[in-house]
């Protein structure tokens, strides 16, 4: 039969108190005597749950802490097999009967579970079990402890939340900050040579008129520049807000292409540049904003162009990919782009300086390109040699 020792959540009455460290009148118990209930006091008034375990995993005893939370009686459970409690999600049931496991061969196991509690209340707990070994070397009980942790979770999650969302604060700043010195820095050169020029036409309306004649050039070429960076970074605040919704219709891509390509003809030709394009495919037709296509194309095109040296080549195939996807490769003989640089590419206002190569633009051309791909479902890759050349592939889902 089970015997209960007294366990007091109250001062005892007056009458049943010995102050302490006075024996009592009589026969007083010694400390020696007294042990067992000290050790049953500590181990039901702990603010743990704990629990004793048999060698074979039933539940010989549970503290009150853990009674209080569990809401059960505890005759309902002891004898049970620990890993059946009712405690346990489902989860916690195989973890717990993994820890047993590992604890039969000697492990002290300790590890975070759930404690599903009296009317579903969930406690997260710090978990152990612990082998208590007898003389002989056999384990004659576990000590299973669990210790609420939930409050300290939560206090960490908010922590890390709070620390996320100033790290993100601090991140957009950072981003909006080196936005804004990018504008300032793209509009500054410009303007000042636009109001320089002005300036010095104004001051002696004597120049020669060649002279005249070559800083309104200028000038014209700055205000053109300047309208164009303005259209590209109204453009990107536009796709980037999500107010743009694409005009799909269903278009053969080798007709952009021809487009495309009829677009960019003059600016190649300056250059005595080979431009062509495979014209060997048969029809691929596909779903397509067809502006924004061309304009990426037009601006692949542009680049191709600018960065090949004259008498070089261009040129634009379409292949069939796995999966019904469809790639447009546009490739040239270009200077070729460092492997470093690559993974920076597309960021907005990202040139890449290269001696001998001072090639004006606004760095915005692949930020929109990309983005205007990536509406499409789709997206662009580079493959580049320093001296050989470029490859922009853009690579398209087809409808089905
Ligand atoms: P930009 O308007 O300045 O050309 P882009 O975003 O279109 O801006 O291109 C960014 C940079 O990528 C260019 O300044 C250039 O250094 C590099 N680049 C783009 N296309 C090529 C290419 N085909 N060959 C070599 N470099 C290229």
């Known amino acids: 039969m089970r015997t209960r020792l007294t366990v007091y959540n109250d001062p005892p009455p007056a009458e049943n108190r010995s102050p302490i460290g006075e024996p009592q009148s009589g026969s007083a118990p010694t400390a020696e005597q007294q042990l067992p209930q000290w050790y049953h006091a500590i181990f039901h008034h702990s603010f743990q749950f704990a629990f004793i375990v048999s060698p074979e ?14 809401g059960i009686r505890v005759q309902d459970v002891l004898g049970k097999f620990f890993m059946d409690m009712p405690w346990w999600s489902a989860s916690g049931k195989n973890s717990v009967e993994a820890a047993l496991f590992r604890a039969s061969g000697g492990e002290f196991i300790r590890y975070t579970t759930e404690f599903i509690g009296f009317e579903g209340a969930i406690a997260t707990v710090d978990f152990s079990i612990k082998p208590v070994f007898s003389e002989m070397g056999e384990i004659t009980f576990f000590v299973a402890e669990g210790r609420d942790i939930t409050a300290l979770k939560k206090a960490e999650f908010e922590r890390d939340r709070e620390k996320q969302s100033a790290d993100n604060w601090q991140k957009l700043n950072e981003l909006k900050n080196d936005f804004l010195s990018s504008v300032s820095h793209e509009l500054r050169t410009p303007l000042a040579s636009i109001i320089g020029f002005a300036q010095t036409l104004l001051r002696d309306l004597s120049v020669p008129q060649a002279t005249a004649q070559k800083f309104l050039t200028i000038i014209l070429q700055d205000g053109q520049r300047l309208s164009r960076l303005v259209e590209d970074l109204l453009d990107l605040s536009r796709i980037e807000s999500g107010h743009i919704e694409l005009q799909r219709t269903k278009i053969n891509i080798a007709e952009i292409v021809e487009y495309a390509i009829h677009l960019s003809s003059p600016n190649a030709a300056a250059k005595h540049i080979h431009l062509c394009w495979d014209t060997s495919q048969d029809p691929v037709f596909l779903y397509l904003d067809r ?5 990426v194309l037009v601006n692949l095109l542009d680049n191709a162009i600018k960065f090949t040296p004259e008498q070089g080549a261009v040129s634009v195939t379409i292949a069939h990919l796995p999966d019904g996807y469809v ?14 640089e690559l993974p920076r590419l597309f960021e907005k206002f990202y040139r890449i300086r290269q001696k001998g190569h001072e ?12 983005q205007c791909v990536e509406l499409h479902g789709g997206k662009i890759d580079i493959e580049s040699t320093v001296g050989s050349g470029s490859k922009f592939m853009i690579i398209l889902p087809s409808p089905e």
Not at 359 to 370: N, Y
């Open 359 to 370: 090639v004006r633009g606004t760095g915005l051309g692949l930020a929109i390109a990309r």
């Open 327 to 340: 790639m447009i490769v546009v490739a040239d003989t270009g200077i070729g782009i460092p492997a470093e």
């Open 57 to 70: 995993g039933r539940l010989l005893e549970m503290n009150q802490t853990a009674v209080k939370f569990a």
């Open 291 to 295: 502006d924004r296509i061309t304009q």
